[in-house]
């Protein structure tokens, strides 16, 4: 190793795999820029120590006396780099990642990766809600800091980092964590912990809000894993005893406030849970895509209990203002899909679906094709607060049907006159104060494929969404005689 320390310290602990240790010597990072330490806890380390030799330059190895936070303790104590980042044994960064890391987080005290863009700046409450996302620490940050122990332990080294950081960055892009494989038991008493450490952090230098801050990520973060419906596998009586931590953690630390702040599909399984009404919330929990219902300004969503059992508050159901992507588009139902016309310049494409939603008013939902560029697929675009414009716009009807409703399109051909190409049957739903812009689904069954205008057709793209393909046989002699083509006839 050279004398000069280095830029970064990436931290690992050796579970038997070199895979790790491999993707951190291929990091781009240049010569004496990375250190790695890599902890032996388990006392059997033969491969770390062959790997140690053959690198160096690059890797330590420190035997710790025990395994969980004491070893990341060690590693800790002997990291010599500018910043901190602890990799998991079973992670393979890319070559540049640390790279990238180490650049996004500039001169600040703490990086917090995939957290949003406004974080960034003075350390202040609202990164305290995110501490999931924190991965790269100021080694002088974390003088005196020991790593704890269990299911929380993440999260607890990096609320009492940043209840010491002066700056954070931010870095939008990373990869996404790995569920849990902690009980729910467990998940609540590693809320348990996380709401104790709340308590002991000097709210006064931090703001009035801190505490609440901290609570909001621990209802986001192990309340919500604790209330997964993978746990509705679990037998009756580890159900139960589940669903009451869950109860009586939010009976000592939610507030009205908090509730109000939590998504609407979370707040209504915690609401149900504190409310002891399990029935209901297995209900909730097996929902995946809930309907909807417009009414007086205000959007809410149809779970379990809604306006059909005593004593829960419309509010617990009101999703009014946050995006709901996946949700609504996981209860979107195809209806059906057909060619009409009986002249070329009659021709339309007709589709007709089903959408989760009661109320909607007739200029809620628009359809329409949109050009495909080579190579993509149709896929949900972000919500917004605007209508997109498509490149072919249909004639879009609705109607009421109970709680959903039905929205039937009529695509012109002649409006692909554009050319050759693929092109993405796409509906935009206000829905609230967000608008959804999703590919559409091909019914299941017999779907007729080719139209009377020869060199049009359909296909179905990822999760069978339509794409409607023009040939160059449909516009003869280019695509720029489509609409005579047409007309022609």
Do not use: N
């Not at 062959?50 to 420190?62: G, I, S």
């Not at 940050?141 to 299911?151: A, E, F, I, N, V």
């Amino acid at each position: 190793m050279t004398d000069a320390p280095p830029d970064l310290t990436a931290v690992t602990v050796h579970r038997g795999s070199l895979d790790c240790l491999a993707a951190l010597a291929a990091q781009t990072l240049g010569p004496g820029r990375l250190e790695v330490v890599a902890v032996a806890d388990d006392g059997d380390a033969e491969d770390l120590d062959r790997f140690a030799e053959k690198h160096p330059d690059l890797v330590r190895v420190v035997r710790a006396g025990a395994p969980g936070g004491a070893s990341r303790t060690a590693a800790l104590a002997a990291a010599r780099g500018r910043y901190v980042v602890f990799v998991d044994h079973a992670e393979t960064p890319a070559p540049e990642r640390l790279e990238r890391l180490l650049s996004a987080a500039g001169d600040a005290d703490v990086l917090l990766c995939g957290a949003s863009a406004d974080l960034g700046g003075a350390a202040g409450t609202a990164a305290l809600a995110d501490l999931g996302a924190a991965r790269l620490f100021r080694r002088d940050l974390l003088d005196g800091l020991d790593y704890p122990d269990g299911p929380a332990a993440a999260e607890l080294f990096a609320l009492r980092a940043l209840a010491k950081a002066a700056a954070v960055a931010v870095c939008e892009d990373d990869a996404p964590a790995a569920p849990s494989a902690a009980s729910p038991l467990e998940l609540v008493a590693a809320a348990e912990r996380l709401a104790e450490a709340a308590d002991g952090l000097d709210h006064a230098s931090l703001g009035p809000d801190s505490r609440d801050a901290v609570l909001a990520g621990v209802f986001a973060r192990e309340i919500a894993a604790a209330l997964d419906p993978r746990f509705l596998a679990l037998d009756a009586f580890a159900r139960a005893e589940a669903w009451r931590a869950a109860a009586d953690f939010a009976d000592a630390h939610l507030t009205e406030g908090l509730r109000a702040g939590l998504p609407v599909a979370l707040r209504v399984r915690v609401s149900l849970a504190q409310h002891r009404d399990l029935e209901l919330l297995e209900a909730a929990l097996a929902q995946a895509a809930p309907r909807y219902l417009v009414e007086d300004g205000r959007l809410y969503a149809r779970y379990p209990g809604f306006r059909t059992a005593a004593d829960l508050p419309d509010e617990w159901f009101a999703a009014d203002g946050e995006p709901l992507t996946e949700a609504f588009a996981r209860g979107v139902e195809p209806r059906y899909l057909v060619w009409t016309g009986v002249r070329r310049s009659d021709y339309h494409l007709e589709y007709s679906c089903f959408l989760p939603v009661e109320g909607l008013d007739a200029d809620a939902v628009r359809v329409g094709a949109v050009r495909l560029p080579d190579g993509a697929e149709p896929a949900p675009a972000a919500a917004s607060t605007g209508f997109p414009e498509p490149d072919a716009a249909a004639a879009t009807a609705t109607a009421p049907d109970g709680t959903a409703t039905v929205a039937t399109a009529r695509l012109p051909l002649e409006g692909l006159a554009g050319g050759v190409g693929k092109w993405a049957l796409r509906a935009s739903v206000r829905l609230g104060a967000h608008v959804y812009d999703l590919p559409l689904k091909a019914p299941q069954g017999y779907v007729r494929r080719e139209g009377e205008l020869r060199g049009v057709s359909v296909e179905w793209g990822r999760k069978r969404s339509i794409v409607v393909k023009v040939r160059q046989r449909a516009t003869r002699h280019g695509a720029s005689r489509l609409l005579g083509f047409l007309s022609d006839r």
